[in-house]
């Protein structure tokens, strides 16, 4: 009689064995290139980062020396505005999915979000430039934002959806039982209890964004001096980097890697921060 | 002070599945009533028709009157809110809300409804925490631990005091227990007990014993109809309908 109680085969031990390590060597090929692009941005970049990189403006072809002043501060203002019309609408369509849409409206909205997604980056660039650019006769950080913005809302509807629906009825009935309006409800209760995972999704839409050149250069379009007015042409990281890249200048080239190890670390320190803020006081982390 | 109850040809349905048919009855004000049959029979449909739960269910439907005190629940100028925030309710799962400490939870419908003072509500967190039975068990981390990391039991005296510090006039309670092992169970009973002093509770059981041991008045229902409804002692002795005495000698359900 076969018992379970015996130890376990050597064939099912060494099967265990091989699986826990083809994991592990999976883990390890995803990290990988991630570290391989982050050392050697390192690597290249962090010696060209110094004060006058980081405060003074590009200077003219063939002078040494000037830094990307302009483009940090124009990247902050381009996502800024980015955020500002893609966080609300994103989750606004997000709650509308999953809380309040009922039938084919809403199939209807979730399949416009899915092909917004699979649209490539430069056609949205192309539709601002004509929604936007051209109707105001010049290039603008706000058309710059407006593209960024229209790019993060599929991601963000799509998982603040999937993160609502993730919240169990019982939450909401014990919401709505206690006498609490339904709007209060579900921005309160229920956007709450989803909120990490919106949050995740907001985050992975924003660092998107972030590295975006395409979409810009019809819109931002660059600028190589110091401006932070909405309305005119605004210099932006992805734009600068580009430029500098493709030139034939030893000197632009090294900014090229300082100002892409620079985009890197701005992300990260957005996403941190807003995981920093965004944790304290919800419960759900010391359960 | 609890109120009564009145409930006049109230009908039920789901989409086409009729689940609730004619109920009509009367429940007396600072009493505790048991309601008891199969599954399926509609008697949680029944408690989430008093307080206007039912409606938040796709596609359900219903008809008929309810009267809870002085307010008539099914009035069109009636808003569902104002009637839950004078009905409170227990579910059959405790539902604390995860991301809140146990303070916030149980102040959540004050909050939630735009009630700030802290003071006030400190002293609403202490007395429903003291009613519930739990306040000694929480007091030291009322804000430091989120409500998801208590035990069952204790999440669900915590749900009980979350509905109690809205000071509703009825409690209704969807098979409060039916999660719990039997020591937590014995301290909601007990809990029952007490709380008919102030309030009317109406308490949905799969458990007859329970129905037996808590309530003053029971009612058995039976595939949407209210089959019979009496003193607890008449029900459980000497019960008038064929179907009612079937059930509670265990001869089917």
């Known amino acids: ?287 | 002070m609890g109120v009564g109850i009145a409930v006049k040809d109230l009908n039920a349905w789901f989409g086409k599945a009729h689940v609730l048919k004619e109920v009509s009855v009367k429940v007396g004000a600072n009493a505790v009533t048991a309601v008891i049959g199969p599954s399926g029979c509609g008697k949680s449909t029944f408690i989430r028709c008093l307080n206007r739960m039912h409606e938040t269910v796709p596609e359900a439907r219903m008809s008929g009157t309810v009267m809870v005190g002085d307010m008539d629940v099914y009035k069109p100028n009636i808003i569902a809110a104002d009637v839950r925030r004078r009905i409170g309710m227990v579910f059959q799962k405790p539902n604390p809300f995860p991301t809140m400490s146990i303070y916030d939870n149980v102040s959540a419908g004050l909050r939630l409804n735009g009630y700030n003072k802290r003071r006030e509500l400190d002293v609403a967190v202490e007395d429903s925490l003291r009613m519930a039975a739990l306040w000694d068990e929480v007091k030291d981390v009322l804000k430091k631990k989120s409500g998801a990391s208590l035990s069952g039991g204790q999440q669900q005296r915590l749900c009980i005091a979350r509905a109690l510090a809205v000071q509703p006039e009825l409690l209704l309670m969807d098979e409060p227990c039916s999660a719990l092992d039997p020591i937590s169970t014995g301290k909601i009973e007990e809990l029952i007990f007490q709380l008919k002093a102030q309030y009317t509770v109406v308490i949905v059981t799969h458990n007859m014993q329970q129905a037996a041991r808590v309530a003053d008045h029971t009612g058995f229902f039976l595939m949407g109809k209210l089959i019979e409804y009496d003193k607890t002692e008449k029900i459980f002795t000497t019960p008038s309908d064929k179907r009612t005495e079937d059930y509670i000698t265990g001869r089917f359900g």
Request: proline residues 6%.
């Open chain 1, 1 to 287: 009689m076969p018992s379970v109680s015996r130890p376990l085969s050597l064939v099912r031990r060494a099967t265990n064995v091989c699986f826990v390590g083809l994991s592990g060597l999976a883990a390890l090929l995803v990290l990988a290139p991630l570290a391989a692009i982050f050392g050697y941005l390192v690597y290249k970049g962090i010696g060209s980062i110094d004060w006058a990189f980081l405060t003074h403006t590009p200077r003219p072809v063939g002078e040494a020396g000037g830094g990307m002043a302009n483009a940090i501060v124009g990247s902050m203002m381009i996502l800024g505005m980015g955020s500002i019309i893609g966080v609300p609408l994103g989750i606004g369509a997000g709650v509308y999915m999953a809380e309040f849409g009922r039938g084919r409206y809403v199939t209807f909205v979730r399949f416009t979000a899915d092909v917004l997604n699979g649209i490539p980056s430069i056609v949205v660039g192309i539709a601002v430039y004509a929604m936007v650019v051209l109707p105001q006769q010049h290039f603008s950080a706000l058309s710059g934002g407006v593209a960024l913005g229209i790019m993060m809302i599929p991601t963000i509807a799509r998982t603040t959806e999937e993160m609502l629906l993730m919240v169990p009825n019982t939450i909401r009935e014990a919401a709505l039982g206690l006498g609490i309006p339904q709007w209060r409800t579900t921005l309160q209760v229920t956007l709450r209890t989803a909120s990490k995972g919106v949050i995740t999704g907001t985050m992975l839409a924003f660092a998107r964004v972030a590295g975006e050149t395409a979409p810009l250069l019809f819109t931002a379009f660059g600028n190589q001096f110091w401006s932070v007015k909405p309305n005119q042409p605004i210099a932006a990281l992805p734009i600068q980097i580009f430029s500098y890249a493709i030139s034939p200048f030893e000197d632009w080239h090294r900014q090229a890697w300082a100002g892409a190890l620079i985009l890197i670390v701005l992300i990260v320190a957005a996403v941190s921060a807003v995981r920093v803020v965004t944790s304290r006081g919800n419960m759900a982390n010391n359960a």
